[in-house]
């Protein structure tokens, strides 16, 4: 089971950036589907940003052109860029990794999951 441990969050000013980063314990994410989720209280759970081992990326409507959604397969790494933030991003982030070459987006598909790390936006 791969363990993914994300750092990065904290609290910005409205208009704000913030630049999360994802750790995977195995050398996965040149194979692997790797997303960024997030969660606000009393929502569910939403992608946020999506990209496969051939590098495609796929946002959510709400993000495209403020965030960018990068990885670093000789660091193992995956990184997700948030400028222009605002109070509605606010929500708990979280990594996920799945298995196969190419990404099915919804929650359920991926098997890994971190911790999550907490970004609020007032």
């Known amino acids: 089971h791969v363990q993914l441990v994300e750092s990065g969050g904290g609290s910005v000013q409205t208009g704000g950036s913030l630049r999360l980063s994802c750790v995977a314990s195995?050398?996965?994410?040149?194979?692997?589907?790797m997303a960024w989720f997030r969660q606000a209280p009393g929502k569910q759970r939403e992608g946020v940003a999506h990209?496969?081992?051939?590098?495609?990326?796929t946002y959510t409507d709400s993000v495209k052109g403020r965030f960018a959604i990068s990885k670093d397969d000789a660091e193992n790494t995956l990184n997700l860029q948030m400028n222009s933030l605002t109070a509605e991003d606010t929500a708990m982030y979280y990594c996920a990794a799945q298995g196969g070459l190419y990404c099915q987006i919804r929650a359920s598909k991926f098997g890994n999951w971190g911790q999550g790390t907490q970004v609020t936006v007032s």
């Open positions: 990209i496969d081992s051939y590098g495609r990326l």
């Open positions: 195995e050398f996965i994410t040149s194979t692997y589907c």
